[in-house]
Nanobody, 123 residues
Framework: VQLQASGGGLVQAGGSLRLSCAAS????????MGWFRQAPGKEREFVAR????????FYADSMKGRFTISRDPAKDTVYLQMNSLEPEDTAVYYCAAAMRGPAYSRSNDYDYWGRGTQVTVSS
């Protein structure tokens, strides 16, 4: 399984970005997909996850209201819409896939990882 994240870039504070993560194979067997991020000098941090069949979402508290995770099973793709971006959101964003549940905020819940896409928010 390969996961390809895209959509990162440079944006001013207050702006928006939409990240995408496409799987290299059909995702109907997936339990969930999630997004994590890692800022320079910091540990990887959970952002959000969505279950594949039901679309149930789960967010880190600090992301609620600004970030929205969604999926398109027909395209084997998960998205992360990020609004009201702040410089503190600057990080490499990674998508991940979990084959079995439960899968929430722990990195160990996820079996496959993409390479990441850089998001830089300028002040």
């Amino acid at each position: 399984v390969q996961l390809q994240a895209s959509g990162g870039g440079l944006v001013q504070a207050g702006g928006s970005l939409r990240l995408s993560c496409a799987a290299s194979e059909r995702t109907f067997g997936y339990h969930a997909m999630g997004w994590f991020r890692q800022a320079p000098g910091k540990e990887r941090e959970f952002v959000a996850r969505i279950t594949w069949r039901s679309g149930t979402t789960f967010y880190a508290d600090s992301m609620k209201g600004r970030f929205t995770i969604s999926r398109d099973p027909a395209k084997d793709t998960v998205y992360l819409q990020m609004n009201s971006l702040e410089p503190e959101d600057t990080a490499v964003y990674y998508c991940a896939a979990a084959m079995r549940g439960p899968a929430y905020s722990r990195s160990n819940d996820y079996d496959y990882w993409g390479r990441g896409t850089q998001v830089t928010v300028s002040s």
